[in-house]
């Protein structure tokens, strides 16, 4: 299940892969930590916005943040991400962020600040859009 949930994500079939992780969620076989964050980043910055759901990424990256004591940058960068998807700019995540991140991140979660300073929230690359796909057979 793990491996297919990260072919479907590797592959951007973003919405096969939101389903794989919530039957990995709800099956309970895996980190939880692992599995809501994943889920959390493709609910809030999957470039497909029928994928997208603000509400559940935040639930799930507040969840991982407190799994993780707030200590895990991913955790926070991914709470961040999630708030940015709702229009939130919680910028005081993103910064938190960058002071938890190792410093190869540093120069990375830098411009994800200054993407959210400029209301743009982030978004995962590739260009599958289900609704394109979808439109082919109307």
């Not at 998807?85 to 005081?92: C, D, L, T």
């Not at 991140?105 to 289900?130: C, H, S, V, W």
Request: glycine fraction near 2%; hydrophobic fraction near 40%.
């Amino acid at each position: 299940e793990w491996l297919w949930a990260n072919a479907c994500e590797d592959n951007c079939l973003y919405s096969e892969a939101i389903i794989a992780y919530q039957f990995i969620e709800q099956r309970g076989q895996y980190s939880r930590v692992h599995v809501i964050s994943r889920l959390a980043l493709l609910l809030a910055a999957s470039p497909d916005e029928l994928c997208r759901n603000g509400p559940e990424a935040v639930a799930y990256a507040k969840e991982a943040c407190q799994i993780s004591e707030w200590k895990d940058w991913v955790a926070t960068s991914l709470l961040a991400a999630a708030y940015a998807n709702e229009g939130n700019f919680a910028i005081k995540y993103a910064k938190i962020t960058k002071d938890l991140a190792p410093t190869e991140e540093k120069e990375t979660r830098q411009e994800r600040i200054e993407m959210y300073q400029a209301n743009i929230p982030y978004r995962l690359k590739g260009d599958f859009q289900l609704k394109d796909i979808l439109s082919k057979f109307d």
